[in-house]
């Protein structure tokens, strides 16, 4: 079955500091991966997203993730945190076909926290 | 503009009382999907829906229910049956199969009074 770990349930960088949020899939096929960012409140925003092709992607506010199968991992990273960027972050995997597991799984969540 | 819109943002419901979540999207999208969220537990897969008249339970689906008689509508019913209905609630939707992001309205925070 699907399942995602996030196992750093929360993490406090100081602002202009690189970070690097861990995600773990287990998935039997390629998987359709995802980062989103939560505001308190509110929905979540896509970061970004991986299919297939360069295992190193770029998503939006700066944000980057590395797929690794022999890992099974797809960590976010930023090179320097903004005070902007505390907030929640999500993993997520998607199967990789249609039918009865066409269905999103989502981690439990990293909580980030911005030092000044 | 296209998006998902959830209403109402908050509602109080008292014990023992259903009450219905409305999400609609305008992104003519075929996959809609309800997600709970509680604190340190992520998001949970309440229900989904790959098409119309068509839906699936998720890993959490007891005690509530859905209906998709409409493309662009997926309203969830908390029933009287969920023991623990406070919670945060999040509708997506996508293109189907897996190859695409959801999109997520804003939420409805249900609190039982």
């Known amino acids: 079955a699907q399942s995602v770990t996030q196992p750093d349930i929360h993490i406090t960088v100081s602002e202009g500091a690189s970070l690097e949020l861990r995600c773990n899939y287990s998935?039997?096929?390629?998987?359709?991966l995802f980062w989103y960012v939560q505001s308190p409140g509110q929905g979540l925003q896509l970061l970004l997203k991986?299919?297939?092709?360069?295992?190193l992607v770029q998503g939006i506010k700066g944000f980057e993730a590395e797929f690794k199968r022999s890992q099974s991992s797809f960590n976010l990273r930023k090179p320097s945190v903004h005070w902007s960027d505390a907030a929640e972050y999500f993993c997520?995997?998607?199967?990789?076909?249609?039918?009865?597991?066409?269905?999103?799984?989502f981690g439990t969540g990293t909580l980030l926290a911005v030092q000044p | 503009d296209g998006g998902i819109t959830q209403s109402p943002k908050y509602l109080f419901r008292k014990e023992g009382q259903n009450v219905t979540l409305s999400c609609e999207q305008n992104?003519?999208?075929?996959?809609m999907y309800w997600y709970r969220q509680d604190p340190g537990q992520g998001l949970r897969l309440i229900y989904y829906?790959?098409?119309?008249?068509?839906?699936q339970k998720g890993d959490i689906a007891e005690g509530y229910s859905v209906s998709r008689e409409k493309k662009e509508s997926f309203p969830l019913t908390v029933t009287s049956a969920q023991k623990n209905p406070t919670a945060f609630y999040l509708c997506?939707?996508?293109?189907?199969?897996?190859?695409?992001?959801?999109?997520f309205g804003q939420g409805t925070r249900l609190t039982v009074v």
């Open positions: 998935y039997g096929a390629t998987p359709y």
């Open positions: 997520a995997v998607g199967a990789h076909y249609g039918g009865a597991t066409n269905k999103l799984i």
């Open positions: 829906s790959q098409i119309v008249n068509d839906f």
């Open positions: 992104l003519n999208h075929d996959a």
């Open positions: 991986y299919f297939s092709g360069d295992t």
């Open positions: 997506a939707s996508r293109i189907p199969p897996g190859d695409t992001e959801a999109f």
